[in-house]
């Protein structure tokens, strides 16, 4: 079944970087659409960026546009998201996702504060 483990959250202050990874496994990763999404205490489960397979361009969402790049290793099966600027409006536990699954891991926090 599909597994995904999510790592690298922290505490950082405004302005640092964090990168976050994610190991999948449990389909056909190399074939999968993989993406990153948060969730702010209080706020509403939200869609950060996409990867397509191999060969075709990733998607963002408005406020991850020049700040976050995400990327994937097929041969490791992960998928990473490396966050620069970060803002205190960045604080949430990400997750990242098999887009052809229901299944959601147990994200891995992120905490931006001075």
């Known amino acids: 079944q599909v597994q995904l483990v999510e790592s690298g959250g922290g505490l950082v202050t405004p302005g640092e970087s964090l990168t976050l990874s994610c190991v999948a496994s449990g389909f056909s990763f190399s074939n999968a659409n993989m993406a990153w999404f948060r969730q702010a205490p209080g706020g509403r489960r939200e869609w950060v960026a996409t990867?397509?397979?191999?060969?075709?361009?990733?998607h963002y969402q408005n406020f991850a546009l020049g700040r976050f790049t995400i990327s994937r290793d097929d041969t490791r099966r992960m998928v990473f998201l490396q966050m620069d600027s970060l803002r205190p409006a960045d604080a949430a536990v990400y997750y990242c996702?098999?887009?052809?699954?229901?299944?959601w891991g147990r994200g891995t926090e992120v905490t931006v504060s001075s």
């Open positions: 996702k098999y887009t052809a699954s229901s299944f």
């Open positions: 990867i397509p397979p191999v060969g075709e361009a990733p």
